[in-house]
């Protein structure tokens, strides 16, 4: 984590810029982007020590909204672009924004090795399952069979889990989030914001006009409660209208309980462990909604702690200059065989 | 009986094995020698792409050649003088490049039925008078090492691999070489190895010693010392030229030097010369990919270090969307191309000029990039420094377009000054320039420069990217009166550097028959027939670009001032297309395409035909 404590006191007014946003009217992106500009003033940061990079897509556009250092870089590059400028400068804090098309498809390679690299960026995903910046073609986390522009006859795509994919990688901080849950997603990006090292968030994210509805048995009060489970480290995962069923672990595989027919009680449930570093743990969280009847969990699904790369590099630099000394450019020419001409 | 020394100007000497034999580091040490003697020389591996190929085949051949003289030395000379083959396979693949006369120097011991075979003769040539017109020394190298290191203790495969130093000193007698400077070398890197430090020592005096005993070697021959600018001297290669001068051009801006790069033949010593110098603020990130390499180099400019990506012709192609990033978001970055036979894969290990199209041109929309290219390995440093200086003063990435040729050949190089480098000067925006207005990320200065500001400074933020900026606010638009306003005022900003570098040089008269115009690594071949023209007379000059884009301001004068222009080139004819578009003027080409460099016969030969001389 990075804190660089500023001597005011920040409002989300500090972090809005003089751009119009440019986002259709009813776009998730508009949640996000108001739930960062809430978060970022709780972050012991001062503005200057903000950047934002973002790809390509209807999401990278945020940097524009967001009254800090910004670059908009190309297709799929911002994290790569964001490691640069975390190697040169590691003081500074560096979020990435990127759309499921920006960094699973064309960026996918930067995404897993920045955080195979445990490179402290904050990388938010607008997941909204579809290409809307391009106008509707299926995306790599667009569901099977999805009927798209460019897949009339439906996809033959299987989609990416992005947050099996990030524990794939064994990311350090790896969490879920939705546009429609204003304080959740707040918390999750202090979380992130809090964290030192790679944290990756997916957050749901409706395109209202190519894909709308994606996430409605997520994010809408009359299915929410049957359907999403919040992950909170020491609790059992325990969800439904009236918090009348929860998730125990058969062996190796999660089901879902009743706590209503007396059967099973809270002691019987799975209880959150985000700290566990089992990747498999977290790995089993993330492919839960995959299976028929079980709930999508939300929330921290894995925070560990190990040094950055960026950590790693200087204090390689700080024990070479101990050994060698400050580097002298005269003593660079002359390491080797000379001779003198007269 | 005592031996004739001969005195000659220049010799050229091949060693040439399997690629497990050590030529390279042989003929390494046989250079440090050389330059140690006061002789100006260049070098050049030749190596295959295999790591370690069958042992005896003719794919496993490596080769080392090296061309020392009292004289200025320009190039690795065109054919050997000297073969050293240390079996059938380095014998046949190199027999070719011999002229009737040459010494050839065999290891015996490797010419069984087995090597004869896999190197495909039918008989051996050493018996059946096939080389009866070369001077053929045969010498069993394997039987005299492992002679000279009996009773040591060592297995029989750590003797077999001395055989190289036992040719080293054999060949160090023949050119009268001191060995001091080798022995201690050889303790220096064996140092924990002491029993096989001393058998190195012991094959290379056997070596010598043999030559000096033996009755076949009835020739000696000396090389005086060069005349050579006086200075300290070391040997560099290309790639770790151009790496001191990226080091040297970040020490003197006061700036961390970030290297992103993947690696790639020819071009990775360079991130493995930058990757020992953290202690000089040095940061290199072996990217994920060579996207990642510039994209990372770009984020580290944007943050304010000088962002370096270092490839070859392939990584080049991958880097073209980012090479535009960085001219439309105008930061500083270089990349370096060194460059390999295409188009693909093409032959990694093998030397070409085929990109000079793809660094003018190559990308999407009006892209200027400032090019530069090296025309020996010392003038790497050159080249790596001024592009250094010229992307941090105009804010532009700039294009370095070094070769394989150059960038794993060695030469003398003198060393600079640290002080008497031209100074790199970086002016971050500060937040005091500002007080009361508000931050415009691209209002230019009188050079159309537009300010650094870099993450970090309070009161700056600002947004850059790819998208098509608003003039002096930075405002993403897609007014077209801006857009074609912004196209030229970026083309506007890089041809004008052409102020801002020297004037074209003429070597030889400033007006003649013949031209010869060339850029990057065909410099020495050319310069070698140039000058054995101009020795007979003729009125031949040559005028060598190291600035390609832009190109020196005179350079159009310069070439209506001769009858004819000859542009040689390693690929179809590039610049030829550049000159004849730009100045409209007729150009003829040498060009060779074969993965070699020119061999200044070629050259010679081409100017006497336009000269219309027999």
């Known amino acids: 984590m990075t804190t660089t404590t500023p001597e005011v006191k920040y409002t989300p007014k500090d972090f809005q810029s003089d751009q119009d946003v440019r986002w259709c009217p009813g776009c998730g992106d508009y949640s996000i982007l108001a739930q960062v500009q809430r978060t970022l003033p709780l972050l012991n940061i001062k503005k200057e020590d903000y950047v934002f990079v973002s790809g390509i897509g209807c999401s990278s556009r945020f940097p524009y909204y967001v009254d800090l250092y910004g670059f908009h870089g190309i297709h799929g590059r911002a994290p790569a672009i964001a490691t640069g400028i975390k190697l040169v400068n590691p003081k500074l804090s560096v979020w990435v924004t990127a759309g499921d098309g920006d960094l699973l498809s064309i960026g996918g390679n930067h995404f897993i090795h920045a955080c195979r690299k445990n490179i402290d960026l904050k990388i938010l995903l607008f997941n909204n399952r579809i290409y809307g910046l391009t106008k509707g073609q299926y995306s790599p986390t667009s569901e099977l069979n999805k009927v798209t522009k460019s897949s009339p006859y439906g996809t033959v795509d299987y989609p990416f889990n992005p947050v099996a994919l990030a524990i794939g990688t064994e990311a350090t901080f790896v969490a879920r989030s939705m546009d429609r849950d204003p304080k959740h997603l707040q918390e999750m990006i202090l979380r992130a914001g809090q964290h030192k090292g790679l944290a990756f968030i997916e957050i749901y994210q409706n395109c209202n006009i190519f894909n709308d509805g994606a996430f409605l048995h997520l994010t809408e009060k009359e299915y929410k409660p049957e359907n999403v489970v919040y992950l909170k480290h020491g609790e059992p995962l325990i969800f439904g209208k009236e918090n009348d069923k929860g998730i125990r672990m058969d062996g190796m595989t999660p089901v879902v309980v009743s706590l209503k027919d007396g059967k099973w009680s809270k002691d019987d449930l799975l209880v959150h462990d985000e700290f566990n570093s089992d990747p498999a743990y977290a790995s089993m969280l993330a492919h839960m909604n995959e299976k028929p009847g079980l709930p999508t969990p939300v929330g921290v699904f894995r925070q560990i702690f190990k040094p950055t790369y960026d950590e790693m590099l200087y204090d390689q630099i700080r024990k070479v200059k101990e050994k060698k000394g400050e580097g002298d450019l005269r003593k660079l020419f002359f390491d080797a065989t000379t001779w003198e001409i007269k | ?614």
């Open chain 2, 1 to 614: 009986m005592e031996k004739e020394i001969k005195e000659i100007t220049h010799v050229t000497i091949r060693f040439a094995g399997d690629s497990g034999d050590g030529m390279q580091l042989t003929g390494n040490i046989f250079g440090d020698t050389t330059a140690l003697a006061g002789n100006d020389l260049s070098t050049l591996p030749d190596y295959p792409s295999e790591i370690r190929a069958p042992a005896g085949t003719l794919y496993g051949v490596s080769g080392f050649q090296l061309h020392f003289g009292s004289q200025e030395i320009y190039t690795p000379g065109d054919q050997p003088d000297v073969l050293v083959a240390m079996n059938p396979a380095a014998l046949k693949v190199n027999l070719k490049d011999l002229y009737p006369g040459a010494i050839i120097i065999v290891n015996s011991d490797a010419f069984d039925q087995k090597n004869l075979q896999l190197a495909g003769f039918e008989s051996n040539p050493l018996e059946d008078g096939s080389l009866s017109q070369f001077q053929v020394i045969s010498v069993p190298i394997t039987t005299l090492t492992l002679n000279g290191l009996e009773r040591m203790g060592l297995s029989m495969k750590e003797m077999t691999r001395c055989k190289n130093f036992f040719v080293l000193g054999l060949t160090y007698w023949m050119f009268d070489r001191p060995m001091e400077s080798t022995i201690k070398w050889i303790h220096e890197k064996f140092a924990k190895n002491p029993k096989i430090a001393e058998a190195n020592e012991k094959a290379l005096k056997a070596g010598y010693f043999f030559g000096d005993t033996a009755e076949i070697f009835t020739m000696r021959f000396s090389v005086k010392p060069a005349k050579l600018e006086p200075g300290i001297y070391r040997n560099v290669m290309g790639n770790e030229a151009l790496a001191l001068g990226f080091v040297a051009a970040s020490k003197k801006a006061g700036i961390p030097l970030f290297q992103g790069s993947y690696p790639i033949t020819p071009a990775s010593e360079i991130l493995h010369q930058l990757s020992a110098l953290r202690n000089y603020d040095v940061i290199t990130f072996q990217a994920e990919d060579e996207i990642a390499g510039i994209c990372t180099a770009i984020g580290a400019s944007f943050a304010g270090g000088l962002g370096i990506t270092t490839t070859s012709g392939p990584g080049f192609s991958l880097k073209s969307e980012a090479m535009g990033l960085a001219v439309m978001a105008e930061l500083p970055i270089v990349i370096c191309d060194i460059q390999r036979a295409g188009p693909s894969t093409g032959m990694p290990t093998k030397t070409e000029q085929g990109d000079l199209l793809q660094a003018m041109f190559g990308r999407n929309g009006e892209a200027p990039i400032p090019i530069i290219a090296p025309k020996s390995p010392a003038d790497c440093f050159n080249a790596a420094y001024e592009a250094s200086r010229i992307a941090i003063k105009y804010m532009t990435p700039v294009i370095v377009m070094s070769e394989g040729y150059i960038a794993q050949g060695s030469e003398p190089w003198k060393i600079p000054d640290p002080d008497s480098l031209p100074p790199i000067e970086v002016k971050f925006a500060k937040p005091e320039e500002y007080q009361d207005q508000k931050f415009q990320p691209y209002l230019r200065n009188e050079l159309n420069v537009r300010p650094w500001a870099i993450p970090g400074t309070p009161g700056l933020e600002h947004r850059i990217g790819g998208l098509e900026k608003r003039h002096i606010t930075g405002e993403v638009t897609s007014d077209p009166l801006n857009h074609e306003f912004m196209v030229k005022l970026r083309d506007e900003k890089i041809q004008k550097i052409a102020d801002d570098i020297p004037l074209q040089d003429v070597y030889g008269d400033p007006e003649g028959d013949l031209l010869v115009l060339s850029w990057g690594g065909t410099f020495g071949a050319i310069r070698d027939a140039v000058n054995r023209v101009r020795d007979k007379g003729y009125k031949v000059s040559q005028a060598h670009l190291f600035y390609l884009n832009p190109m020196p301001k005179n350079l159009g004068e310069i070439l209506h001032s001769f009858k004819k222009i000859l542009i040689p080139e390693l690929n179809l004819g590039q610049l030829a297309f550049i000159i004849r578009a730009k100045y409209l003027v007729p150009v003829y080409q040498l060009n060779k395409i074969q993965g070699l460099p020119f061999r200044s016969s070629e050259i010679e030969k081409k100017i006497y035909e336009l000269l219309g001389v027999n």
